[in-house]
């Protein structure tokens, strides 16, 4: 078989930061070829530099032959390499049918084309490929409106559009019922199969690689760091020890007083639908937190971790179910009436203010008298004292994480959401903001900690839940869960 | 052209480049917090220097009634901005920025009809009291008493902002509710009270503005006119929802203006919409670094 | 089909306007067609290309303004001064475009507002070519001109052209790829178009149009003011757009007719018509976002789904 692709080595930094450092891969002409690693791992990273959407710091990626590294990525997209996108990117005020005739027409070079209708040009491709794509019977719905599944499926129509020969998919079935990723499954070995395009595409459940892929390439903190079938990959201790390095306990976990379900409901969420427009992301999800309890809400990148405790706080209100904080009905209520009640948010993201200084972003925050003062919360912090005269914008990437945790606590809550805390920081920082969290924990604090790094978590907190596309997968303590290989194997670890 | 005639031009045009920094001030302001380019800020603008005609022409000849119009004018401005903020605009923050622009273009045009309802066409004067009345003589040169005022109430207004904005904690959640208001929300601040705040002093300023200027030109309707696009243009030169930019755009426009009346006079209306063009073509987001 | 015959009846109503309708009619109708054009020409950059164009005006002063200088300070033949008008305009077009194509959103909107500023204060003082403040009247055109079924002929036959050149190039494989960038540019980018060359291409056609619109005022009216290059007439035509529907074709037309048919006829009662105008437009802001066009094409849209076919579940859109 000839070679398609072939990505040696590449190397890229953000500002300082190593997104992919030493990733190779190969995809023979026909295959179908799977990434797979943990959020962070760099798959997108890779899948940027392999498009053309960025250009690496080394490294080279070859395509038929041609070394491509440096070309654009229209360039590479008329050579023959086509891409979707995580998010999906369709022109949502055009019909189904103008979006793939658009990119017909791209790439026919009739964008200039003034003065005879489009009506003339490359419509049988359009109709050909919304056939292919099983689209055709939506052809005359606003993109917009179409359902989220739907809207990934266009995504790859669009990459269809301009007859690539290597179809790059950025998690092709991210956010998919189980029967919408069966039959993007389907039209992804139809498409290999029939019309002999190569694919590569990224993932994190095991299971959809398996069915699909021929070889798959495992990724790790930037690195590529096995590939082969699939059933080859899955025993590799290597790819083993990568996932499930971490979890041995350092120490012995905390236990709260409440473990075990013997105190009050703080808070209740009670069969959650959740949109983003019409994007249904959450399916009916439920859990509880006991005063006095740490849960854990474990689940990998856009499971919708995020975006419960956005539903609870009131910043993506839900669409139906019920969310009670203290036996208290919030759903409806704004997001400053709930933080008054005494729920606090850390988001994933930080958002500290970056005008402000520590101390001013601090002051912002001030709302209720309790235990956590100032002095209590430097005490916590040492690194923020020193630096609370400091533009927000000037703290590293972990003294935001710490400011933005500060902040929560300084309103003195009741109960505290913790989103992904311990996401984009080292190692030694990790273990550093895990021995805080359980300072906080030790104060008698109610957390809810929505976390993807599994060994953290299970450290923090007493049980939890398993999220997943938007679901509820699992229910139980850190030992059911430990004991839970299945759960563990499918949600957590790829 | 002597010493003389340049130093008067430049006191007119930086007591001119002050109204233009008030009002900017407020305009800059709304932007910065809000995200709302206000088109009706020139009508506020407006509006304050017909009620301090009013009031100062009820009060009559006493020396107080300036001083009293002064402080009616922007309380009446900020007083009609906060309305229609709590009624009205506030309940189109979620929609796009086009539909704002719109809403605030058409409470301009019902603002100016009113003006002219309450007011009628003809222009008005508003002489100040005789203690502010003629011309001082500094270095030879005769400079109008009440060009001194604005250029002390110029720096005044902005350290009075500066101080509000970077030294009380509403003015930083101001800050904060600028740059991430979802944010400053779930830390438990009503974030619609922040902008009614900021709103109302953005509108207060403007009648300020307004209150100002009227002792130094003839009061009419379409004054707010070109007002406006000047604001505007400062406000984007000096960087939106900047401060500092808004007074080193009014700098430039007042300073420029001055310079053209002494080199080209019947094109020196022009110099400051050169320079501004001149300086968006070369840094479009302004000099200073802008809120969002 | 219905469309057809609609458009018919329209054209046929049109030449047969004169010689039904008094005189003043005509006229209005004359001012409708010619703001209602220049309104349709923003909307190529605004509705379909998504730019805040907030100083279409500009455009249009300009090709009326070298129309109007052309012929009484250069002494040029009428036709020449009417091709010179949208040329100049659409020369405006690609200089005043370059600039402000390289920036997003509200600082496109913001520069040109700058750049079109500078062309107004220049028209407004530069007396003797432009006539300053008072602009320039009594613009001597050929006989058949000064009369107005002539005058208007010029308008409509202009304007019924040039709509259907809009109406081409909105439909053409460049109106979608314009439209497809308004939605979505990095994807647009990503397939391989050149969205920068697009935009400018399309801010260089709405310009020479607008230039059009601009010779047709001075057919119809025989003068320029400075105030055609004034930021409030930008904002008005932006407003027409919204009233119309700035995602139809028809819906800017229509606009411009309430705004045109607005002012003068209230006018003639009240001297507040832009209090009305304001109320107006304040109201159709929070109840009819789409405009009066695009709120009816939902709705017959709607109806039509439901009468044709079946409905499928999540189909029919509300």
Known sequence: MAELLRVEDLHRSFNGFPAVRGASLSVQAGEVVAVIGPNGAGKTTLFNLVTGVLLPDRGRVVFAGVDVTRWPAHRRCRAGVSRTFQIANVFPRLTVFDNVHAACLAHARKGFELFRPASRFAVEQAWEILEVTGLRGQAHRLAGTLSHGDQRILEIALALASRPRLLVLDEPTAGMSPEETASTLQLIARLNRDHGLSVLFCEHDMEVVFSTAHRVVVMHQGRTIASGPPEQVRADPEVQRAYLGGEEAEGPPVRSQAAGGAGKPMLQVEGLHTYYGLSHVLFDVSLQVQEGEAVFLLGRNGAGKSTTLKSVVGLVPPRRGAVRYRGRDVVGLAPHAVAQLGVGYVPDDRRIFPDLTVWENLEVAVRRHGYWTFDRVFELFPVLREKRHHRGSHLSGGEQKMLAIARALVGNPDLLLLDEPMEGLAPRLVRVLEDRIRQLKATGLTVLLAEQNVGAALRLADRGYVIDDGRIRFEGTVEELQANHEVRRRYLLL | ?292 | MSGRVLLGLALAALAAAPAVLPPFFVYLLALVLVTGLLATSLNLVLGYGGLYQFHHGVFYGIGAYTAAVGITRLGWPAWLAFLAGPLAAGLAGLVIGFFCVRLSRLYFGMLQLSLGSFVWIVALRWYPVTGGDNGIHGIPLPPVLQTLPGAYALVAGAVVASLAALRAVVRSPFGLTLQAIRDNPQRSEVMGVDVRAHQLAAIVLAAFFAGVAGVLYVALERSVFPSMLFWVLSLEILVMCLLGGWFTFSGPLVGAAVVVGLRTLAGRYTEYWTLMLGVLLILLIFFLPEGIMGHLQRRWNAYRALSARPATAGDVRG
């Open chain 2, 1 to 292: 052209m002597d010493a003389a005639a340049v130093l008067g031009q430049l006191v007119v045009g930086l007591s001119r480049a002050m109204i233009l920094f008030i009002v900017s001030a407020g305009l800059t302001l709304i932007l910065g917090v809000l995200r709302v380019p206000n088109v009706f800020h020139g009508s506020l603008y407006m509006l304050g220097a017909f009620v301090a005609w009013t009031v100062a022409e009820a009060v009559g000849s006493h020396p107080a009634g300036l001083w009293l119009a002064l402080a009616a004018a922007p309380l009446v401005t900020a007083a009609v901005g906060l309305v229609l903020e709590r009624l009205l605009l506030s309940r189109l923050y979620h929609r796009e920025h086009l539909m704002l622009i719109l809403f605030t273009f058409g409470v301009m045009l019902v603002l100016n009809d009113v003006v002219k309802l309450l007011w009628g066409p003809t222009y008005r004067s508003l002489v100040p009291p005789p203690s502010l009345q003629g011309a001082v003589t500094v270095l030879g040169v005769a400079l109008p008493k009440f060009n001194l005022v604005l250029l002390v109430a110029g720096p005044l207004v902005g350290l009075s902002l500066w101080l509000f904005t970077h030294r009380t904690r509403a003015g930083r959640i101001a800050r904060a509710a600028a740059t991430d208001r979802d944010m400053v929300a779930v830390l438990g601040v009503d974030v619609s009270r922040v902008f009614g705040m900021a709103f109302g002093l953005g509108c207060f300023l403007a009648g300020l503005g307004g209150a100002l200027v009227a002792p130094t030109t003839s009061i009419t309707l379409g004054m707010d006119h070109s007002l406006l696009i000047d604001s505007f243009l400062i406000v984007i030169v000096g960087g939106l929802g900047n401060l500092w930019g808004a007074l080193a755009g009014s700098l430039l426009f007042g300073i420029t203006q001055s310079v053209g009346l002494l080199v080209w006079p019947q094109f020196a209306v022009a110099f400051p919409y050169a320079v501004t063009a001149a300086v968006l073509l070369v840094r479009p987001t302004g000099l200073l670094r802008s809120a969002w």
